[in-house]
């Protein structure tokens, strides 16, 4: 079994020390705040948590868990360093890891005179690169020992919420390790075995981006509502109830729809709803911040997806796909006419090809609108694909149509793939 060294024991460090103990894992909690040292080592939990105070006696009395001011003596008996120390904002904003970086100096000058393996994980939340650039090559340093052979580090995001933290110990909607190594992060999940959640091992970028991804969407999440809210009051609505209609809607509201990074939104509906909701508030002399930066974010978006065209530095480009999404003719607020048009204003020569766009077709406000923006739509449309591949030096995955075509033959250089927003980095994956 396992020996865990805790560092950190305020309200994330705690409940995982008890945790590990109540799982049989022989557990040292680690704090230079002696007050908490004492608390721990009297079966007292040092913070105020539901359950946690008769949890921490338990495990004390039964001679699994203690703490220590002691770093050394800390790693010199373990296997494992957890971190769990804090990480405010500075005066400016910006993510605060001094308490963590001298952790994982002591510990590197503690593991130089220790000959066993040895895995330290990070609780703590921290943006991506900072383990890989500042805490990897601190530990390596101090520890004179290479990563990767009988020293790993990891990070193993935490999802507890004050109040409800053992509950979510236990219950947690996933448990993810994020590890240059399966090995090193199979060692990390093997803690969890009594817990039944799906266990994932990632890389270390995305393990400690997830957790300020789910943070800032709870965020937005309760932002939204109480914007919804003020709205509601202001027309007289009910906004408990709205929002609880919104909440029924498990097939788009409340779902993985629209939850994928891909393109800019378009088409009849967004846009406009959008716009008439933050122009009532306007007038109201009301304050919606968040929903009123929904449009200027998605023209972010669309500008960041010209910008990876224009990185490529070819002027012949083929786009698949016109409307907003596949299987309609409607170019409404279609984000691809919008980067058309404002290519063929920077001298591109685009060709489109969208089987489902034909101009004779187009009737009232839709052919208003292209007659608008791409008077000259004829031309760059294409009938036939292989006459788009021809021309396009560069081509544009734009809506699902892209799906159906064969792009095997073309190089990583002459894609770009709007739905993902990224530069293919090889054909396969196009195609996948």
Not at 324 to 347: Q, Y
């Amino acid at each position: 079994m396992k020996r865990i060294a805790v560092f950190g024991t305020g309200y994330v460090g705690c409940v995982t020390a008890a945790c590990l103990s109540r799982d049989g894992y022989h557990t040292i909690g680690v704090d230079i705040d002696s007050e908490k040292v004492a608390a721990l080592n009297a079966g007292e939990s040092p913070v105020a948590e539901p359950g946690l105070s008769e949890l921490v006696s338990e495990q004390v009395a039964a001679g699994r868990l203690r703490a220590t001011e002691d770093f050394r003596d800390a790693i010199q008996e373990t296997d494992i360093a957890m971190i769990a120390v804090g990480t405010p904002s500075d005066r400016a904003g910006a993510v605060s890891t001094g308490a963590l970086e001298k952790v994982i100096e002591s510990i590197g000058q503690s593991l130089s005179e220790n000959s066993h393996p040895y895995t330290v994980v990070i609780r703590s939340t921290l943006l991506p690169g900072i383990l890989e650039n500042r805490l990897a090559p601190l530990l390596a340093e101090t520890s004179g020992k290479k990563l990767g052979e009988q020293l790993h580090i990891c990070n193993n995001p935490e999802f507890l919420r004050e109040s409800v933290a053992l509950r979510d110990y236990d219950a947690p909607p996933f448990v993810v390790a994020g590890a240059s190594s399966a090995v090193a992060g199979e060692e990390v999940l093997g803690l969890y075995h009594g817990i039944k959640a799906e266990k994932i091992v990632t890389d270390t970028h995305t393990a400690a981006l997830l957790k300020y991804a789910c943070n800032a969407y709870h965020a937005v999440k309760i932002g939204f509502a109480n914007e919804i809210g003020a709205l509601a009051r202001s027309f007289g609505a009910d906004g408990q109830q709205v929002m609880d209609l919104v909440c029924r809607d498990t097939k788009l509201n409340v779902s993985k729809a629209y939850l994928r990074p891909g393109f800019a939104f378009g088409g009849s509906c967004l846009p406009k709803d959008l716009r008439a909701l933050t122009r009532y508030a306007e007038e109201s002399a009301m304050h919606v911040s968040l929903l009123r930066s929904v449009l200027p974010s998605n023209q972010e978006h669309l500008d960041r997806a010209i910008e990876l065209i224009e990185d490529r530095g070819k002027k012949k480009v083929g786009l698949i796909g016109l409307s907003f999404k596949a299987g309609t003719d409607d170019l409404r607020e279609s984000p691809f006419v919008t980067l058309v048009e404002t290519l063929v204003g920077r001298g591109y020569d685009i060709k489109i090809f969208d089987p489902g766009i034909s101009i004779s077709r187009l009737k009232g406000r839709n052919l208003a609108y292209i007659d608008q923006r791409l008077p000259h739509l004829a031309a760059l449309l294409v009938e036939d694909l292989e006459q788009l591949l021809e021309h396009g030096e560069l081509l544009v995955l734009g809506n699902d149509i892209a799906d159906e075509v064969d792009l095997s033959s073309r190089s990583s250089d002459q894609i770009v793939d709007l739905r993902r927003c990224l530069v293919i980095a090889d054909h396969e994956a196009v195609n996948a």
